[in-house]
């Protein structure tokens, strides 16, 4: 589903400042991003699950608004 070598390239290369995005790809990578955030703390078991699900509703809701599924759907 995601191309790993190439997201973590992009990472390191926006994390570093060399790379940067038009706004349309900025918001979609960021959305990526955040998905990807959503989903690693749902695998963090050493939390717990109700901290887990708030964690993961942040990151969600934050993808969600970059998405813009309103302009899309």
Known sequence: MLDQIR??????A???GSKTLDSKDNDIWFCILNIVFAMAVQRQESSPLHQRDNECN???RKAWALLQPEVIL
């Open 7 to 12: 997201f973590i390239r992009d990472y390191k």
């Open 58 to 60: 942040r990151y969600f």
């Open 14 to 16: 926006i994390y570093l």
